[in-house]
Nanobody
Framework: QVQLVESGGGSVQAGGSLRLSCVVY????????LGWFRQAPGKEREGVAT????????TYADSVKGRFTISQGSAKTSVDLQMNNLKPEDTGMYYC??????????????????WGQGTQVTVSS
């Protein structure tokens, strides 16, 4: 059974930094997408960043480019999200997800079947 466990959320002031981590348990596929998504109150869930483990390719939402960095953790089935220069609009519940699929042009799209429970990020102005 696949299980994703996130950690590292919290509350910071605008301009601050947070680092989220996610460990994926029970996942045996080799070439996967590891992704971070977020959902603000009253808004739809949106993709933040993805990493393709096959070759390390990363993808970012335009709103976080230059501020967030996704990277593989010490274990191949773990992924971190370093968030710098945080803004109030970054506030939301952040979810880690994983999917086994070939490399695609738009990795945020499509079905992501396995998700973590989420970790809250709150940025105050």
């Amino acid at each position: 059974q696949v299980q994703l466990v996130e950690s590292g959320g919290g509350s910071v002031q605008a301009g601050g930094s947070l680092r989220l981590s996610c460990v994926v348990y029970g996942y045996t596929y080799r070439n996967n997408y590891l992704g971070w998504f977020r959902q603000a109150p009253g808004k739809e869930r949106e993709g933040v960043a993805t990493l393709y483990t096959g070759d390390g390719t990363t993808t970012y939402a335009d709103s976080v480019k230059g501020r967030f960095t996704i990277s593989q953790g010490s274990a191949k089935t773990s992924v971190d999200l370093q968030m710098n220069n945080l803004k109030p609009e970054d506030t939301g519940m952040y979810y880690c997800a994983v999917v086994h699929r070939p490399k695609v042009l738009r990795p945020f799209q499509g079905d992501w079947p396995d998700w973590g429970q989420g970790t809250q990020v709150t940025v105050s102005s």
